[in-house]
Structure formats: C-alpha cells, structure tokens
Nanobody, 123 residues
Framework: QVQLVESGGGLVQAGDSLRLSCAASGRTFSAYAMAWFRQAPGKEREFVAGITASGSTTYYGDSVKGRFTISRDNAKNTVYLQMNNLKPDDTAVYSC????????????????WGQGTQVTVSS
C-alpha cells in the first residue's frame, strides 16, 4: 500500500549539509514507522535513523548521532533526513523504508523500500 521515492542526494564536500526526502504514496502512510538505511562500498547495509508513526520518537545509529536528524510530515506524506557536517565515510546509497508501528534497526523489519539516492562526500 506504500510506494517510496527518495530524492536530494548528490556530491558535496566534507562539512557540508544535505537534506534527503522520501515521498510516499498511499493514504496509510501515517500508520508506518519509517527509517533510513545506507550501504557504503564494501560494507553491509547500516541503520541510519528511524521515526515512529506519529513522529514523537526518533532513533539513530551511533555513527550519525548528533549530526543527522530524521523528521516526517504526515500531511505531505514525506519523511526527511537532515545531514549536517558530512564526512567522507558517509558516502553511500541512502534508502528509505517503511515498516509497522515499531522502529527496528534491521532491514528485515521493513516491507517497503525506495530505490535509493546516492550521497558522495569528498574530502
């Protein structure tokens, strides 16, 4: 019932900021917990951030705490990832995922995925 499309990726320099967007279709969007994952070259998929259906609670992976912020606007069917102070190690394909009512830190907890957007950070 949910289709996800990411946007906002690109090539930036270390220390720059980017905001990723994930636009969702379907009138049940507000019932889903949402998350961002990333996959860097030579590494497995990593949990970046998650947010409950209401937007009241957020979760972050250790490597991005203090730098990234996840938010959602249920009226616009959109979830965002604000990324500040980007580092070369943040280079990855970032994907948006929709699950149930509980935020989980594993890809197996999400049934809907976007195609991903590339973020490249140069030194």
């Amino acid at each position: 019932q949910v289709q996800l499309v990411e946007s906002g990726g690109g090539l930036v320099q270390a220390g720059d900021s980017l905001r990723l967007s994930c636009a969702a279709s379907g009138r049940t969007f507000s019932a889903y917990a949402m998350a961002w994952f990333r996959q860097a070259p030579g590494k497995e998929r990593e949990f970046v951030a998650g947010i409950t259906a209401s937007g009241s609670t957020t979760y972050y992976g250790d490597s991005v705490k203090g730098r990234f912020t996840i938010s959602r606007d249920n009226a616009k069917n959109t979830v965002y990832l604000q990324m500040n102070n980007l580092k070369p190690d943040d280079t990855a394909v970032y994907s948006c995922a929709a699950g149930g009512r509980i935020v989980l830190g594993t890809p197996r907890g999400y049934g809907y995925w976007g195609q991903g957007t590339q973020v490249t950070v140069s030194s």
